[in-house]
């Protein structure tokens, strides 16, 4: 497994692919060019599909060789790139894809985009695309009719053209394309050549202002990775944006090697984990921020500006804002291998733009002698820094910026290896300090409860009194993070760059003999994009591996399409920050991999770092170093202290941080501030469109503690009104702070009618938080039952139809599992138990894995109300095989945790309902109570109980009666049911 360093495990090396982007996300006017970018990329969407052509995997390989070159591909499958708006963005188009159908929109939004001097490069399967258009075939200039497959040369009829002039000559195994419906108003450029027959194969348009380019080569990997056609795609490209272009070949600055002494460790792809090959020795120089930049790749419409870098700060590996703006860096220099028991080199440091030009320039330290501090968050007046083994929390009592208070808050977090330990702490919602920690994991006693644990997220108070585990990731973890609506999201270091947490342990521990799943990955592809062909990882080979961080963009300077949705997680050893479409699926996320935000040529570019800014800008820890790897140990290297391979190689003289902001926006950094806010100016920003300054007022209302405020709390859960992407985030974190004031323990009567009409708001987000925030009592329950989170067939009454369960429950999938989890924690009731057991009914609450989950926890606390409810309760026969085995699960786990307590007053009941229960519902039932009942602990069983049963044994199949007998066996009753 491969990782990186201030968070991964072993990362670097190899040649890997290329990079991309998800486009519909962009916006905005005017042709795309050069100016555009900082870097003068010159900017073209791919556009491919999900066909056997692979699209993807061509854009992944000629990508490198393009940026190279000085264009920047922006890859997408999805047809609704094909707008006004998305298209202005770009310099050209070019389309390899198979899609059949072109709405009109569609079409004529790229009609007038190259009629209005838009460039189109279509490619290959391009003239087979959108077969029933004929104005797209008409604009192409002609469509795909046959082909066999032959190795192809062409004969060019046209050679001094500008879009082939000095292209070599092209010899490939291809398709031998057939075309018709040509438009005669083109010029062909090259044929091929089929006995007398010449097949018109590459020619150009000039409808109107723009330039369309079309070659037939291109069938696979043969063709694209033949050094002739990427310079005929190249020049293709320059000439369909136009002549401009052609003369700016070569204009993206070139790199510098050294021959170096020591020797960076190259690992083959395909070997075994470890495995090196021929030392790499021909080393890039760095380059200063100005030149790097220039080989940085973002899609058009956004920018990069530089914040602050060497010397001002060096080695910065977090980062956090205080209430007034002001950013605060965590530098480490003794990171990795330098471990020290007492002081260090390392601190903390506060960045500020006096002048408001978007550069720093004031720096103080308020924290110095730290040894290897991984993780910082603004608190108390203070920071808590993680430091392995502790969690510390330093403070300025004097008002000079200078920590005068250093307190351990909690001590065990492992350091046997450094990039292992505690990261990326935040505030969380419900006004708990959440963060991840990596294999390393934790080892200690903390509020008098011995804990150990591995890698994975957790949440402790500001005090330190307690700590809680909540999940466990599948390998070393430094990613975390919050969506507007409270949901939790985090990326592991290797393979799995998108996890979702809904349901903490603690749930799944109250149940018997039931344990938590590691989370699983929610990302449809785990795939890096670089735009470099020399990246080195050292296994999961152009794949996420030294992933870090998972920020969900969550203000407003950013196109719509990013609000609440786009998620960005660090690739160092890929250089490049990826990007994630998060979309909800059920109770749950999927996480569609939209390439990547930033990528940069420069070797020694690695971003470590990303978070949402107070400008609502995101704000990018480039670590700056060629040396990304912290294990394996390369032959002749040695380990180091912190488990990392010890090389002089490793930088401690660069850092920079950058902010990507939209082009054309200013620069300047002036935020706000909440320092010293009177308590309605915080209340006022818990409507703000960023939700770091509602964030960071909710935390500062509770740290001020003043109950005056919460009038005015309850006056924004009240409000219904709901935002752009549908939230209400003014109520939710109102709520949330009426929780951490601490009025919602059953006390304040308003407080808690607020909280429960919350159950109602028409925002899933408030509903969900007042399903967690509300204490477990009875009446909670019975609001929660009242509210129809769950399905309650019962109405007063002789009624004789009611409408089917799925209408009767919860809408939003997170909420409903939000009640069944609520649900859970309250004390046991026959209601519950019955409205748990009547959501087992609808398929969608079953097939869902966290629902199913869900429905485990509330059943099992509910166990009484809910097996008789389920064993009596005749299950659809309409229902498939997969509803019944996933449901068959729920009620086995339910009833091993209720056998667990040896149940002898119930048993005979339960038993004797199973004589009309159906099938899979008696052999789960008896299955799960065969498992948990604890051996020799008999029921205390009347003889009409016995009679009973044994008249049960009668009614049932064979295999039913010999799970009967393993039950009689288990309780030490051999003879029971003979």
């Not at 320059?238 to 170096?260: F, M």
């Not at 990069?304 to 002001?326: C, K, T, Y």
């Amino acid at each position: 497994m491969s990782d990186l360093f201030p968070f991964a495990r072993w990362p670097v090396l190899v040649l890997a692919p290329v990079c991309g982007l998800l486009l519909a996300l962009t916006t905005g006017p005017a042709i795309a060019q050069a100016a555009d970018s900082d870097s003068g990329y010159l900017h073209v969407l791919f556009l491919g599909d999900n066909g056997h052509h692979e699209p993807a995997s061509r854009a992944r390989h000629i990508r490198p060789v393009l940026a190279q070159r000085g264009i920047h591909l922006t890859y997408t499958d999805r047809l609704d790139a094909l707008t006004p708006s998305t298209l202005a963005r770009y310099d050209a188009v070019l389309i390899y894809a198979n899609h059949p159908h072109l709405s009109a929109n569609q079409e004529r939004a790229l009609h007038q985009y190259v009629l209005q001097g838009g460039g189109l490069v279509p490619v290959h399967s391009a003239s087979a695309c959108f077969s029933h258009s004929e104005a797209y075939i008409k604009l192409i200039g002609g469509a795909f009719k046959a082909h066999g497959t032959d190795t192809v040369t062409t004969r060019r009829v046209r050679p001094g053209h500008p879009a082939i002039n000095g292209v070599p000559a092209i010899t490939s195994w291809d398709e031998t394309y057939v075309h018709h419906k040509h438009n005669p108003d083109k010029t062909v450029l090259s044929v091929r050549v089929d006995g007398e027959h010449e097949e018109p194969w590459t020619w150009v348009r000039t409808p109107g202002q723009g330039r369309v380019f079309y070659t037939a080569w291109g069938h696979d990997l043969r063709t694209w990775s033949t050094p002739a056609f990427q310079r005929l795609l190249e020049q293709g490209i320059r000439w369909a944006i136009g002549d401009d272009a052609l003369q700016l070949e070569g204009r993206v600055s070139t790199l510098d090697y050294d021959t170096s002494a020591v020797p960076l460790p190259y690992y083959p792809p395909g070997e075994d984990w470890g495995t090196t090959g021929p030392p790499i020795r021909t080393i890039q120089k760095p380059l200063a921020p100005a030149a790097s930049m220039q080989h940085m790749a973002l899609p058009p419409g956004f920018t990069v500006r530089l914040f602050a870098s060497e010397p001002d700060i060096v080695n910065p590996i977090d980062m956090a804002w205080d209430a007034q703006g002001r950013l605060w860096v965590a530098e480490t220099i003794d990171y990795p291998n330098t471990v020290r028991p007492d002081g260090g080199r390392d601190r903390i440091r506060i960045l500020e733009d006096t002048d408001g030009d978007g550069r720093a320039d004031a720096f103080t330290t308020f924290a110095d002698s730290l040894n290897i501090p991984t993780s910082l968050l603004p608190v108390d007046g203070g920071v808590i820094v993680a430091q392995a083994p502790h969690m510390l929390f330093l403070k300025d009592t004097d008002g000079d910026d200078r920590a005068d208070v250093r307190e351990t808050l909690i001590s065990g977090w492992g350091t046997f290896d450094t990039h292992a330990g505690p990261s990326h702490l935040h505030y969380g919602f419900d006004n708990m300090i959440w963060g991840a920690v990596g294999y390393a994991g934790f080892s200690g006693t903390v509020g008098g409860d011995e804990l150990e644990f591995g890698q994975g997220f957790y949440r402790f108070p500001r005090d330190g009194a307690r700590l809680e585990y909540l999940a466990t990731t599948s390998n070393n973890t430094w990613g975390l993070g919050f969506n507007e609506e409270g949901h939790v999201f985090g990326s592991t270091a290797n393979g799995n760059p998108a996890v979702h947490m809904a349901i903490p342990h603690r749930y799944y521990e109250a149940v018997a003999d039931w344990s938590a799943p590691t989370l699983g990955p929610i990302a449809d592809s785990d795939r890096i994009h670089p735009i470099a062909d020399t990246i080195r990882q050292v296994d999961h080979h152009g794949r996420y591996t030294a992933g870090a961080g998972f920020q969900v963009y969550t203000a407003r300077a950013f196109p719509p399409a990013y609000w609440n949705r786009m998620a960005f997680v660090n690739a160092p050893t890929g250089q490049l920050l990826g990007q994630f479409a998060v979309e909800p699926d059920g109770a749950s996320f999927r996480a569609h991999n939209a390439w990547s935000l930033l990528a940069s040529r420069d070797d020694w570019t690695a971003p470590i770092a990303a978070e949402v800014g107070p400008d609502g800008m995101l704000w990018v820890i480039d670590w700056y170093n060629l040396v990304i790897q912290h294990n394996p140990t390369p032959e002749p290297f040695e380990r180091g202290e912190g488990n990392a391979y010890e090389t002089p190689l490793r930088d401690r003289e660069h850092a920079r941080i950058y902010r990507i902001l939209p082009s054309g926006r200013d620069a300047a950094y002036n935020p706000m501030s909440l320092h010293d806010a009177a308590p309605e100016q915080l209340v006022a920003a818990l409507q703000h469109d960023n939700m770091f300054w509602r964030m960071t007022a909710q935390r500062l209302l509770v740290e001020r503690g003043g109950p005056d405020v919460l009038p005015a709390l309850y006056a924004l859960v009240r409000d219904e009104s709901l935002d752009a992407v549908g939230n209400a985030p003014g109520a939710l974190h109102a709520l949330w702070t009426i929780h951490g004031l601490g009025a919602l323990d059953g006390t304040n009567e308003e407080a808690m009618a607020v909280a429960l009409d919350a159950l109602h708001h028409p925002a899933p987000a408030v509903r969900r938080a007042a399903l967690l925030a509300l204490p477990p009592t009875p009446p909670v329950q019975d609001a929660i039952l009242d509210a129809g989170m769950l399905p309650d067939p019962q109405a007063p009454g002789a009624m004789d139809y009611v409408v089917d369960p799925a209408t009767l429950q919860e809408a939003d999938p997170h909420v409903r599992l939000a009640a069944l989890l609520a649900l859970s924690e309250t004390p046991p009731t026959e209601r519950a138990g019955r409205a748990v057991a009547e959501a087992l009914t609808v398929p969608a609450n079953v097939t869902d894995p966290l629902l199913r989950d869900g429905l485990i926890a509330a059943g099992a606390q509910h166990h009484a109300g809910f097996l008789q409810a389920a064993l009596a309760h005749r299950m659809p026969e309409r229902t498939d095989s997969t509803y019944r085995a996933h449901a068959a699960s729920v009620l086995g786990t339910i009833a091993t945790h209720y056998a667990a307590q040896a149940p002898s007053a119930s048993i005979a009941t339960r038993l004797g309902q199973l004589s009309e229960s159906a099938p899979f519902v008696v052999e789960a039932f008896l299955d799960g109570v065969v498992e948990g009942w604890p051996a020799d602990a008999p029921p205390a069983l009347e003889p009409a109980d016995r009679t009973a049963l044994r008249a049960l044994s009668e009614q049932l199949p064979d295999a039913h009666r010999s799970l009967l007998r393993d039950l009689a066996e288990r309780w030490g009753l051999p003879a029971l049911f003979e």
